[in-house]
C-alpha cells in the first residue's frame, strides 16, 4: 500500500484521510482524485501541495478511461473511495446526481480496480441501516434499510463492493462512518451550520423538535479507524467507525453554543426534513477487536468542532457568501420564517 489513489481527498473527510495518512506514512504516494465540486477544494490541502509524494487528478470517478489512465500512471496499489455526494438534504433537491457518482461512479472504481489488481476500500455511512429503533445498535451484518435518496445510493454502492469480492475475489473493505465532525467540513452539514451561523449571530435551524439521536464522532477517529482496516482488516469485510455513544441534536447545539459563549435564544425550531430518521447508533466493537479506540467522545468532537470554525474564519467566510447563500435561502428562508 505505497501508491494510494484518494478519491474525493479534497472534500471533508477524504482530505482529513490525506494529512493523517502523509503525517504516519511518509513513505507512501499519494495521489489525490477529485472532481472538486462545491465540497471538494484545493485549499483544504493547501499546505501540503508542494509534498513531492502528493499530487492531484482534476476528474470523475464515472470517467471510467481518466481513472484507469491515472492508475497506471502512478501503479496505484489502493484505491480509497471517499467519493461521493454525501448531503440528504441536497439529495431530496435532487437525487439523480446521487446516484450518478455515488453508485454509478463506486462501480467504475470497481471495475478498474478489477481490470488492475487493485485493492479498494470504500467509505459508506451508518445511514445505510436507516432508523435504528428501541435500544439495538447496528452491527456490520444487519439488514440495509436506507430511507433517502442519499442512503440509498451509499447503500446500493456498498452491495456493488461486496458483490465485486465474492464474484471476482477483488480485495475489498468498507467502513461505515458515523456522523463525521472536524476540520474542513463544508457549512451545509449540522456542526459547521450552527457553529458557523451562531458565529455570525445568525438562527440555527432545528429541524423538527431535535430529539434526532446521532452518534457525533471526529474525523480524526474515522482516520484513524480505516487505517486500522487498512492494515489490520480482514478482506471482505465491514466495519463501523464510531463512538458507540449517541446524543440528541438539542444536546449537539447546546455543545455548540456553549463552546462558542452563545446563547440559547438563537436556536430555532423549524419543520423536519421528509423521511428524517430518529436514531442512528452503531456496535464498534468488530473495529475495537483490531486495537482500534476512539480518541474523542461526542461531546469532545463536537466542541472541538465549533472552535475549529470560530478559529478558521478565513476558511469559511468565502463559502458562506457564494453559492452557498443560494442553497442555504432554498432549503432555510421559508422553514426560519415559519419556525419558532
Known amino acids: 500500500m505505497n501508491n494510494l489513489l484518494i478519491t474525493g481527498g479534497c472534500g471533508f473527510i477524504g482530505s482529513n484521510f490525506v494529512r493523517y ?122 439488514e440495509l434499510a436506507p430511507r433517502s435518496p442519499y442512503a440509498a445510493s451509499k447503500a446500493a454502492a ?52 431535535g430529539k434526532q439521536m446521532r452518534d457525533y464522532a471526529h474525523v480524526y477517529d474515522h482516520c484513524t479507524g480505516i487505517e486500522a482496516v487498512l492494515l489490520r482488516g480482514n478482506v471482505g469485510e465491514v466495519y463501523n467507525v464510531g463512538t458507540g455513544r449517541e446524543m440528541t441534536n438539542l444536546e449537539m447545539v447546546d455543545i455548540v453554543l456553549s463552546a462558542l459563549g452563545k446563547d440559547h435564544s438563537l436556536v430555532r425550531h423549524v419543520a423536519d426534513r421528509p423521511g428524517h430518521d430518529r436514531r442512528y447508533s452503531m456496535n464498534v466493537d468488530k473495529l475495537r477487536s483490531l486495537g482500534w479506540e476512539p480518541k474523542y467522545d461526542p461531546r469532545q468532537a463536537v466542541a472541538e468542532a465549533a472552535r475549529w470554525y470560530a478559529e478558521n474564519r478565513s476558511w469559511w467566510e468565502p463559502i458562506r457568501s457564494g453559492e452557498f447563500r443560494e442553497y442555504y435561502e432554498k432549503q432555510y428562508a421559508e422553514r426560519l420564517a415559519e419556525g419558532r
Not at 110 to 131: F, M, Q
Open 21 to 142: 495518512w502523509l503525517a504516519q506514512h511518509p513513505e507512501s504516494r499519494v495521489v489525490v482524485y477529485d472532481k472538486l465540486t462545491y465540497a471538494g477544494r484545493k485549499e483544504n490541502l493547501q499546505d501540503l501541495w508542494d509534498l513531492p509524494n502528493l499530487s492531484l487528478v482534476v476528474g470523475d470517478i464515472g470517467d471510467l478511461d481518466l481513472v484507469r489512465r491515472t492508475c497506471q500512471e502512478h501503479g496505484t496499489d489502493l484505491i480509497v473511495n471517499f467519493a461521493a455526494e454525501t448531503h440528504v438534504d441536497q439529495s431530496i433537491l435532487g437525487p439523480l446526481v446521487f446516484t450518478d457518482t455515488n453508485v454509478r461512479g463506486t462501480h467504475v472504481l470497481l471495475e478498474v480496480a478489477r481490470e488492475l489488481c487493485i485493492r479498494l476500500h470504500h467509505i459508506s455511512t451508518d445511514e445505510v441501516y436507516g432508523h435504528i429503533r428501541d435500544e439495538h445498535q447496528s452491527v456490520e451484518t444487519d
Open 158 to 209: 456498498d452491495q456493488l463492493v461486496q458483490a465485486y469480492h465474492i464474484t471476482y475475489g477483488l480485495p475489498v473493505t468498507i467502513t461505515r462512518g458515523a456522523n463525521n465532525v472536524g476540520p474542513y467540513q463544508y457549512p451545509e452539514k449540522a456542526v459547521p451550520l450552527f457553529s458557523t451561523n451562531a458565529i455570525l449571530g445568525e438562527p440555527l435551524p432545528v429541524y423538527g423538535d
